[in-house]
């Protein structure tokens, strides 16, 4: 049989041996990537709860704390929704609200970014605050 043949079957294998890797490794980084957001956003529901009086009175119109806590996390209701809290209760809650957000738009825990500027400035990159 030509030499050829045996080249391009084996390339072919290679690049299907790439491609089922890389296609693995995105399953496996989608599924963990859910999982760490999942208890992120529980951790920050907690906080949020933690806020809220914890009489489950149904005055806010849900069942209980822990539900109006998610919904005023994701701006579903108003923050003066629960009539029990103060306005610096809905202050600090729009806070943990805003520290999600933040949190969302730059996942880089503070000491990573500390560690990051060091080569940022060696190398002429951006600060990085």
């Not at 929704?81 to 933040?102: F, N, T, W, Y």
Request: with cysteine; hydrophobic share 40%; net charge positive.
């Amino acid at each position: 049989m030509n030499p050829w043949v045996y080249i391009l079957v084996f390339a072919v294998v290679i690049f299907a041996g790439v491609i089922l890797l890389s296609f693995l490794f995105s399953v496996f980084v989608t599924s963990v990537g859910g999982k760490f957001a999942e208890k992120t956003i529980a951790r920050y529901e907690k906080k949020t709860e933690q806020l809220l009086p914890g009489t489950n009175c149904g005055d806010c119109g849900q069942k209980t704390c822990a539900e109006c806590a998610a919904l005023l996390l994701r701006k579903e209701v108003d923050d003066n929704v629960c009539p029990h809290i103060s306005e610096d209760m809905q202050k600090q809650i729009a806070g943990v609200r805003d520290e999600l957000l933040k949190l969302m738009e730059d996942p880089t825990p503070p000491e990573r970014k500390r560690k990051r500027s060091f080569w940022n400035k060696k190398f002429g990159g951006k600060k990085v605050d």
